[in-house]
């Protein structure tokens, strides 16, 4: 066996070897949960309810709930990738000054969440309590609302429902999509546990689409959200914030105008 045959089956070793492990460990590059102990005390300055769904598969999914005054409606909020509740919390003053009460929850393994992480069971989880909000609330009036990796999520969920609006903050076209550009050598569409294939159920939405995106993100590319975008723009509306980044749009006028005119 020469220097070549052993070179050439040494890379193609290695290169099973990065393909094996990301498939089995994709979860720990995708989700980076905190984990919160039940007996944890929230400083929120605002009221707030704690509320525990028991959904399918097993799952045990914690939320926490702001009741706005004289409530317009509600705000399903389906958060990023990284934290908890602990640190999601604070967005519920940008939806409460609008009229509205908000529902956050946090995914399996997150905060004071349990249950197995599938694609499947996290999509299960997220029809189930909408399911129980619509015992609260008319349809009508929910706002499904994805941030980040929660936009997956939420367009799902909204393909299958009849919401007010669904708005998605910094969306992707799919996980696929974003992952080709750090691994372009790899069949990412067999290897992907978790595909979330948001440009396939987008087409499905019958509500108003809103997306806010800014232009400097470099988690979710802009591109990608352009190109989700793309495939249904006959009924989203669009906000390119232009210095905006991942995690900081809140803070320009686009937000709140989009804010505006989904909620008022």
Do not use: C
């Not at 599938?118 to 189930?128: P, T, Y």
């Not at 991942?246 to 320009?252: I, M, R």
Request: negative net charge; proline residues 3%; charged residues 20%.
């Amino acid at each position: 066996m020469n220097i070549w045959t052993i070179t050439l089956l040494s890379g193609v070793l290695i290169y099973l070897g990065i393909a094996v492990f990301f498939y089995f460990y994709q979860s720990s590059f995708l989700f980076h949960p905190r984990q919160t102990a039940l007996d944890y005390q929230y400083d929120f300055s605002y009221p707030y309810k704690e509320i525990f769904f028991d959904t399918p598969n097993e799952g045990k999914i914690h939320a926490l709930k702001f009741e706005a005054e004289n409530s317009k409606g509600l705000v399903y909020y389906l958060h990023g990738n990284a934290g908890s509740l602990r640190d999601w919390g604070w967005v519920y003053p940008d939806f409460v000054a609008h009229g509205y009460d908000i529902l956050l929850i946090d995914y399996r393994t997150y905060g004071k969440s349990t249950g197995k992480l599938s694609e499947n069971f996290m999509n299960e989880d997220v029809l189930f309590i909408y399911e129980q909000m619509k015992k609260e609330y008319r349809e009508e009036a929910i706002v499904i609302y994805g941030r980040s990796i929660g936009t997956g999520m939420a367009t799902k969920l909204a393909s299958s429902v009849n919401a007010k609006a669904l708005v998605l903050e910094s969306p992707y076209y799919s996980i696929a999509d974003i992952a080709k550009k750090l691994a372009p050598f790899f069949p990412l569409d067999l290897m992907l546990r978790f595909k979330f294939e948001s440009f396939k159920a987008i087409q499905q939405v019958k509500s108003p689409i809103f997306i806010i995106h800014g232009k400097n993100d470099n988690v979710v590319p802009f591109a990608s959200g352009w190109k989700l975008y793309e495939t249904a723009k006959d009924k989203i509306r669009f906000y390119a914030v232009e210095q905006g980044q991942h995690n900081d749009l809140q803070k320009f006028s686009e937000f709140e105008e989009l804010l505006k005119e989904v909620l008022q």
